[in-house]
């Protein structure tokens, strides 16, 4: 499996988030997987819980969930049927390790993080909803495993209190993702500057917890120094789930992936300096230093002498210094290139 590390990665930490578009099946499960990992994910996310310790049976759905599910389904028993066991984490565990792929899942419970750590997890994430819940942040920062925690809803204030739980147990890594708490997100609404600002307040990597529509906001993220990109996944967008809509497909998903890597390209290294491909260019379109009149035996040079023509392949305009107030040893013509052998004495070596 891909090792896991948020800082200084040199490649974007790209998260195919499966999340409960498995819709209760280990083998649509199995079946995601494959297609994220085959569309270029670094990493496929799911969540872990119990329908009893996540919420009251009298919980009322948000707007997205009432029009992705079945009417009439209470929050409770939409989560009920979305459940994973024990033994279904561990095939799907079994399988990501057989394809070479990042397992996660966000706990939604201490018991969830408790079975968890019994599969030998090796990666946490924390979802937006649960940055308050604290007995939760103290058990997962207690695993000192790395954990990425999203902020959707969160204030700074907010941030700045959670984080100090994982303080106390030095985590071996940890990453912060901005993110939207909207299925889909509007692009006024998605802010990708904050990225800019957590950077500034946090020593922590940062990336994007997408919930945005196609791949723009992701790729302007990485831009703005993102290391993480998390993306829904689905098989189907048609398919009855409250998450499948807002989720990419495999084809919009190895897109996105594709043009993230693109974008890793074109970012390069921050040092300026000529690029091999620029070589041969340099040589032709820059210009040299050259004779500007026809130039007789013995004549002493001036600075209007001179003059800069192409192909670039000669002296550069700063050797000038080196031919004014000398005397030329042999004649020249306008458009020469010209060469320290011209002179009878060089009184500056360039």
């Not at 599910?69 to 390790?97: A, D, N, P, V, W």
């Not at 790395?146 to 902020?151: D, H, M, R, V, Y």
């Not at 790729?219 to 098989?235: C, D, Y």
């Not at 789930?241 to 970012?267: C, M, W, Y």
Request: hydrophobic share 35%.
């Amino acid at each position: 499996m891909n090792c896991i590390k948020y800082k200084n990665r040199l490649h974007t930490y790209i998260i195919a988030e499966i999340g409960v578009n498995h819709n209760g099946s280990v083998e649509h499960a199995i079946e995601l997987v494959d297609l994220a990992s085959s569309a270029g994910a670094d990493a496929v996310k799911f969540q872990s819980f119990r329908a009893e310790d996540l919420s009251r049976i009298d919980t009322p759905k948000v707007q997205y969930q009432i029009t992705n599910t079945c009417s009439g389904e209470t929050h409770y028993e939409m989560l009920k049927k979305l459940e994973l066991s024990k033994s279904q984490h561990q095939e799907i565990i079994s399988y990501c390790q057989q394809k070479s792929i990042n397992f996660i899942s966000t706990p939604y419970s201490i018991n969830a993080v408790e079975m968890l750590e019994d599969l030998g997890v090796s990666e946490y994430k924390i979802a937006s909803a649960d940055l308050v819940d604290i007995p939760l942040l103290e058990a997962i920062a207690a695993t000192r495993k790395p954990s990425i925690i999203s902020l959707g809803m969160a204030s700074l204030a907010e941030i700045e209190f959670a984080l100090r739980k994982f303080s106390t147990y030095k985590p071996s890594d940890l990453a912060l993702l901005h993110c939207v708490s909207n299925y889909p997100c509007s692009d006024t609404s998605l802010n990708l500057n904050v990225i800019n600002t957590l950077k500034q307040n946090f020593p922590y990597s940062v990336g994007l917890s997408d919930h945005s529509i196609g791949s723009v906001g992701a790729i302007l993220s990485v831009g703005l120094g993102a290391s993480i990109i998390e993306k829904h996944f689905t098989s189907n967008k048609a398919l009855e789930g409250p998450d499948h809509k807002a989720s990419s497909t495999p084809n919009e998903f190895s897109n996105l992936v594709k043009n993230i890597r693109r974008s890793e390209a074109q970012l390069g290294n921050r040092v300026k300096t000529m690029q091999n491909e620029e070589k041969e260019m340099a040589q032709i379109s820059r210009k040299s230093l050259a004779y500007s009149r026809d130039i007789l035996v013995g004549e002493t040079l001036h600075k209007t002498d001179f003059m800069m023509i192409r192909p670039g392949t000669g002296l550069p305009w700063q050797a000038i210094d080196g031919f004014i107030g000398n005397v030329i040893s042999t004649a020249r013509m306008r458009g020469d290139h010209c060469s320290l052998s011209d002179i009878l004495c060089i009184k500056k070596s360039f």
